[in-house]
């Protein structure tokens, strides 16, 4: 899609209240939004709770259901399957529960316990065969999906030095990233012969990475671009010329984007269409372009526009839909999830 020339629009489409604390993620269900399928999303929060909601004919979101009576403390993050069939939700009473989707409702028909404490979370691989989560105890878990809602957990990696803030599997293959407290982001691959995890890459300040504390990452479609944020104000994006025969091939720095939020930034989130989005404790959404103008240096990013005042307070989660609308989820500490669309100024909605 071309963003040269034009000027874009983020409109908040909707304001959805009934959580009672910080709104701490949100997440689409895949294959949602598309296709005359309405959209859902679901959402986690610090009043120990996981909200559904689904558009109805209007285009506008209800709550479906409240997934409640599970766990006994903060839901920092959710994440469904590739096929939608479950939802994984980490919470910090040191547990992840598994819930299955049938029809309208939801059961949870599995709890993984093994973390020393609060899990900060939870993340599905493409395939649905395996999972991952992280905690404030500093580990990674891998756990297998068997039949029978059965979790094995094939490894426990030891790596970081701080609590382990994300865990992201990247999209065309299993290769799994964790980013930490410890201002590093690490490449987790299995060990071909042993099925045993080790890391083959460390992303830190010594290969121009944070040099602060790395909240949250997203890969671009093709899974060969990394982009990640931290408390030091930047964003930076990653590439890699991953092949499925060398999932060695190591990540290298490509740009900085700095002085756009003059806050913590909390969350990024890479579109199918290439639109970084990011969300930050300064309140304000920010969404970036690649600037195809200098090709001689490699890619670089540019601002599409900021959104200040996207909430009343921190911006802790931004997720795009990948359906037919440019539809953004935000989540923010002030216990609102907001839904926004990008247009074009001319009131276009960009088909």
């Not at 629009?9 to 304001?15: A, T, W």
């Not at 709890?111 to 395939?127: I, Q, R």
């Not at 590093?184 to 602060?212: A, M, R």
């Not at 103008?293 to 802790?316: I, Q, R, Y």
């Amino acid at each position: 899609m071309n963003f040269e020339d034009e000027d874009f629009e983020l409109r908040e489409i909707q304001r959805l209240e009934g959580h009672t604390d910080k709104v701490w993620s949100v997440a689409w269900k895949p294959a949602t939004g598309i296709n005359g399928v309405p959209a859902v999303f679901a959402s986690c929060s610090g009043d120990k709770t996981v909200r559904i909601w689904e558009e109805n004919s209007t285009g506008s979101f209800q709550c479906q259901a409240v997934l409640e009576e599970t766990h006994t403390r903060t839901v920092r993050s959710c994440a469904w399957s590739p096929s939608g069939k479950f939802l994984a939700t980490a919470s910090f009473d040191a547990t992840t529960a598994i819930w299955e989707n049938v029809g309208v409702d939801f059961e949870c028909v599995s709890t993984l316990e093994g973390h020393d404490n609060e899990v900060k979370s939870v993340s599905w691989n493409n395939s649905g065969s395996l999972l991952a989560t992280c905690g404030r105890d500093k580990s990674v878990w891998i756990w297998e999906v068997l039949p029978g809602n059965e979790f094995d957990c094939v490894s426990v990696l030891q790596g970081h030095t701080q609590d382990v803030k994300m865990v992201q599997w990247n999209p065309s293959m299993d290769t799994l990233f964790s980013c930490s407290y410890d201002n590093t982001i690490k490449v987790w691959v299995e060990n071909g012969d042993s099925d045993d995890w080790h890391c083959i890459q460390t992303l830190g300040e010594s290969n121009s990475g944070h040099t602060s504390t790395v909240w949250s990452l997203s890969f671009d479609a093709s899974g060969d671009k990394m982009v990640s944020c931290s408390d030091d104000l930047t964003i930076k994006v990653w590439t890699s010329k991953m092949q499925e025969w060398d999932q060695n091939s190591p990540w290298k720095h490509v740009c900085t984007l700095s002085g756009y939020h003059d806050r913590t930034i909390f969350s990024v989130h890479w579109s199918r269409e290439g639109i970084i989005a990011s969300g930050a404790a300064d309140d304000a959404i920010c969404l970036f372009v690649e600037n195809n103008d200098n090709e001689v240096e490699g890619p670089s990013f540019k601002l599409l526009l900021k959104k200040e005042k996207a909430h009343e307070m921190d911006v802790n989660s931004v997720q795009w839909n990948s359906g037919d609308r440019r539809l953004l989820a935000s989540a923010s500490d002030d216990g609102t999830v907001k839904i926004w669309e990008l247009v074009r100024l001319s009131g276009q909605k960009l088909l």
